[in-house]
Each structure stands twice: as C-alpha cells, then as structure tokens.
DNA sequence: CTGAAAGCGCTTACAG
DNA sequence: CTGAAAGCGCTTACAG
C-alpha cells in the first residue's frame, strides 16, 4: 500500500493525498473526506523514511542524556512518549559520556544524520552550550530541562529546584531542628547550586542561615554521601538534621548515621531530593523533593511536537513544573532541646 | 555532502560509491581505497533515510518490553546500544503495555512501519507467541531474550535462571537452613517456573525438597513480597531462610522481617534475584543472584548486527549467560539448631 | 482547490 | 570490475 494506490483508489493525484497526509488547509472538504475514507479502509500509512527524506527530516525525536539514575531516564523517556506517540514520531536514545574525547563528534554525527526532527535534554547535557551550538547549526529543534532557565522559553523546561529545596528547609527548620547540614551535588551541576541556594532561602525564611562549616560537597552518589556525613556526625557539634541534595546519597547518610548508631529520625533526621523508588523501600522511608520527571518529558516532547499538532509553540500555555516535598518516616520534631 | 559529490570527487560513478559503502567484494582494492580517502577526506556519511529507502529496510533496532524495572531496562538498552553503535544503526525503544486492547495493533504498526532493521525483546514480550507471529509475518529479523529457550538459536539469549536459583538453593541449604520458603514470581512469567525449578533442584542436591506449605506467589512486587513474607513469618514452623523470585520481593520480605522483630540475617535469611543497585543500598546489604543483563541485551543485539559486520549468526559462538550469587548480608548460618 | 514534473539520496537490476 | 537507467515512496516548486 504506497500513496500511489490511495490516490488511485481515490480517483485523485498522489499529491492531493499528500495533502490530507500533511493537514494542508487548501482542500475542499469533500475531497479530503473521500481520500480519508480510502485511507482508513486500506489501512494505508505513509512511509517515515520516504517523507523523511523528501522532507530532509525524519520523524525521530533524540533524547541524549547522560544522567546515571535508570529511574530518572525510565521515567523521562516515558514522559517523552507520551507525548511522541500519536505525533506519528518514535523515540531515539541516546546516552552518551560528556567526558569522552569523542563525545562532541558523536552527537554531531548523530543529529546530523539522523536529521532528528528535535532533541530532548536533561541535566548535564542540557546544560552543555557546545552541544546547543552543534544543534543551532544543524538547524534542529531542540528543548532543554534544567533547573534554571538557559534558553529562550520556547526551548526550555524549567524545574525550579530552588522552590522544592526551599520547602525541605522550611519542613526542617519547622520541626525545631537549628544545626541542619547541606550535602550538596557537584559543583559542575546547576542543580547542585539551585538547590543549596532554594534550601539556604527557606531557611532564611525561618531567621537560620546555612553554616558553611555544615556544608560539605558530594557526587549526587551513595558512597559521596556516607563519606559526607561520616565527616558531619564526628563534629562536635553534629547537625540534628542533614539534607542531602538527592536521594542516593541522603541514603548513603542512613547508613552512616547506622555506622555512628544513631536511631534515624529520633538523632537525626535525613532529608533527600528526587523521590527514587528506592526512597520508600529503605527503612526510614524517607522523606524527599519530588520532581514530576516523567510531567518534565511530556512537557519537553510537547514543544517539539507543538508544529505537527498545528499549534504555536508560543500559544502552548507554559506548565509550571513544581517540586513537592514527600514527608515520609526519616525526619522528626527535634528532641529534647 | 552526497553519494554525487563523492563520485564526482573520486571520479567514478555514484554505484561504486555505493559499492564502497556497502562493501562490495567486486572492487579493485585501487578503486576501493580511492573512494575511502574521498569519503575520510570530505567527512561523508550515506544519509540512513535514503539507504532504508532504497534497501526498504531501516537502520533502525527496535526494543519492545514491558518489563517494570527501570534498572532492567536501562541496562538492557545500554547492552543494545553497546552493539548497536559502530553498526550504524539507532536505538528507537518501545515500552508497551500487554494488556492493553491496542497492544497487537501497536506493535504491528511499530514493526511495519518503521521497517525495523531487527528487533529484541525481553520477557514478557518475547514470550508472546502473537509478536513474533507478526514480526515473522513482516519478515523482521529478531532475537528473544529468555529464561528458556523458545526459538531457533539464532532468534534465542537464553539466561538459564534455573541455575542460578540452584546457585541460592545450594548457598541457603549449606548454610544449615532446613525449613525454607520460596516466594514465585506471577505465574505468567517463565522465569517465576524457571526459578522456582531450579531452587527446587539445587535443594534435592542437599537431600531437601521444596515443602510446598512453604511456598507463595507473588507479584514480582515489593508488596506482594511483604504480603507473602508476613504469611509465612506466621507460621507456626515459621521458615529461617525465605528465596524470593526477585530483589524486589525480597526487599519486601525485608520490610515483614522488621515488622514483625525479627533480626536479618540471625532470625531470618534472605536471598533476592537480579542483584538491583538498590540490593548493595538496603540494610542489611541483600544476597542475590545476578543476572548479566547489559551483555544479555548486547550478545542479542550482536546476533542481529552479525549480518551486517559480515558474519554468519551460524558462525557466533553463542556465549552463555550464566547467572551468579552474590553474597551478602542477608544470609547467614541457621542459628542454635 | 488540484495536478504533472522533478527531486530527496540512495540501491536494485541489468548491461558490458 | 564498473556504470547508466529506473525506482524506493514521498514532497517541493510550479502551473493552472
């Protein structure tokens, strides 16, 4: 079943059923519906490869990433489905390793080739202005996640992490606790930066400042954050609570407080940020920052899909994406003081 | 940059272009290396639109799954990805759900329209005899991933759970454990029967066999793992080791263990199945058995390139997947018997 | 509002 | 061992 048979079938030209294909607007209704007609009955689909190449772009959509937690990238490409499909536009991944020599080269060749009909980003990748370069010069949409805006909107998902970080602080210094510890991600994360700057505003809010002498430095990993707090809890003065910039190493700090015996929320209590599944395996459950992934990817998909759909990206109302604290089992009123 | 400009560039015709690219045997090895040097020279790459056009085959590998897991997943495409890359080929994955009325028809759509290069599928979906129904009626090329095997070698990655619940079995029963329980997966999956085959004949060899009072069925779940694990824990001969059919459960049976005050591993031996990130992460840190999953997604994935590097599938030496137990914390001799 | 011609960048089938 | 012609299934640019 080619376009050739459809129109034949139709008793018109192939180029009026690429007009009902392609949504044109300068087709008398009647033709449109009998050519409709034609094409459910036959069960006809277009082929991607050949528009693709008469259209010189195909109907991928790339998402590149280089994001370590399976549960983030599960649940963003999900999202990003959700929007994909239906668009008659299918998912490309595209993992990759910032740090490799050839790394610039390979997305390069990847997008160039592939003519990718747009190209979604997380965190660190979004935030890697040569991979925007090769992007504008390949002329290839392109939506980028991150934690603070970069872009113009059109190519943004802003996530607001500052707002959810504010929230644990608030949570915390709610709960009576004075001495709270920041672990913080890796400086080359923006992340990192606008989740301890939202925690030391919700603490400002409450009349605490964030203790610099309280603030240690992570990699976003379990074994970061036990070695963080192992540091924390031999202070003389510990921290009564700790939070932790995401929820891996928040539960590297259960099991250090475990090693320094310490009962988890009654000594201590630990707040992480992400919501991994894992958040409420773990005994405490714990308490964390949610942020709605798989809403991130949806959202992102949605601008590129925004011209199949007839829409203006401009007229897309812009969805805010706001974090939310979980209060689980792993943070408790300060004790005895 | 096209098939054109190089021909015209190395001054042959655009077919012995192509017949470079495809590596063509009947070419003078001078006219061969001429047209390379063009083609290093100028940074040419063939577009894949055009070629899957011409061949009306992609250069597209397709992933079909309805696995829960995130780590699963992930890791699976990146076993993909590792063989799929330097075979000029891309990585479109496609979640799906079994149940769901469109299921048949998504799938068929999926698979002839976009003219997949092969396909690989994990359990469940590489269980259901209807997908490959259809993707041998489009005459798509495809590998199974399987606790048993299904297929032709050449369509099967066989992952002979069996043995390694023997592997658990064997480790539970040498540690002393008489009275042990064995938590299945649904029954619609073959690795919960593969599974519970194996523990059973890795029992036997220690003179035990599987008390059938002592077995559930769960979801693959953490919560059908809590609800099963609670069941046997009130017992009267309540069991001193539980095998569960996957991490999951057993981070559920976990969760029953503490609730009902019983120390892990002194009252209480646990063994999972998958060896998940979040097994070295719970307290205490959980014995399972691994599943090599990223080479079981690259070794499927080599079967479908082997064409294209050349080779015969006939000719691969089918590397087995073995799983293996890694010991943990979870388990430990029966105590004061 | 509709169509005939040319073309997207490659390969197949046929020659020589 | 190499090439000229036709074609893969669509769309663009131009007419009318």
Redesign the pocket.
């Known amino acids: 079943?080619?376009?050739?048979?459809?129109?034949r079938l139709a008793?018109?030209?192939?180029?009026?059923?690429?007009?009902v294909?392609?949504n044109?607007?300068?087709?008398?209704?009647?033709?449109?519906e009998k050519v409709q007609k034609v094409i459910a009955d036959s069960g006809?689909?277009?082929?991607p490869?050949?528009?693709?190449?008469?259209?010189?772009r195909s109907f991928l959509v790339g998402m590149i990433y280089d994001n370590p937690s399976p549960n983030y990238v599960v649940n963003m490409q999900q999202g990003v489905l959700d929007a994909v499909r239906g668009a008659g536009l299918e998912l490309v991944v595209h993992p990759c390793n910032r740090a490799s020599d050839t790394f610039l080269s390979d997305v390069r060749g990847f997008i160039v080739r592939q003519k990718l009909f747009g190209v979604v980003m997380p965190p660190s990748v979004s935030e890697d202005e040569r991979v925007i370069a090769i992007l504008k010069e390949a002329e290839c949409p392109y939506v980028r996640i991150a934690s603070v805006s970069l872009d113009e909107p059109r190519h943004m998902v802003v996530t607001n992490d500052s707002s959810g970080a504010a929230e644990a602080a608030r949570h915390l210094a709610g709960l009576g606790h004075r001495r709270i510890a920041f672990i913080s991600g890796p400086d080359s994360f923006r992340s990192s930066h606008e989740r301890g700057r939202g925690f030391a505003e919700g603490l400002a809010e409450h009349g605490l400042t964030l203790d610099p002498a309280y603030v240690r430095v992570g990699a976003y990993t379990f074994e970061s954050g036990v070695e963080a707090a192992r540091d924390l809890l031999a202070m003389a003065d510990r921290p009564t609570a700790i939070f932790a910039g995401n929820d891996e190493m928040a539960i590297g700090v259960m099991k250090a407080a475990r090693d320094a015996g310490l009962d988890v929320p009654f000594d201590l209590s630990i707040c992480g940020f992400d919501d991994l599944p894992m958040a409420s395996r773990v005994w405490p459950n714990l308490t964390t920052v949610r942020l709605p992934i798989r809403d991130m990817g949806r959202m992102a998909a949605e601008k590129l899909t925004a011209s199949i759909r007839g829409l203006d990206a401009a007229t897309l109302t812009q969805p805010e994406v706001r974090p939310s604290l979980v209060v689980r089992d792993s943070t408790a009123p300060l004790q005895g003081s």
Chains 1, 2 share one sequence.
């Open positions: 079943m080619t376009i050739n048979d459809v129109a008793g018109v030209s192939k180029k009026t059923v690429s007009r294909i392609n044109s607007p300068l087709l008398r209704a009647e033709t449109r006809f689909a277009p082929d490869q050949a528009r693709g190449l008469a259209f010189r």
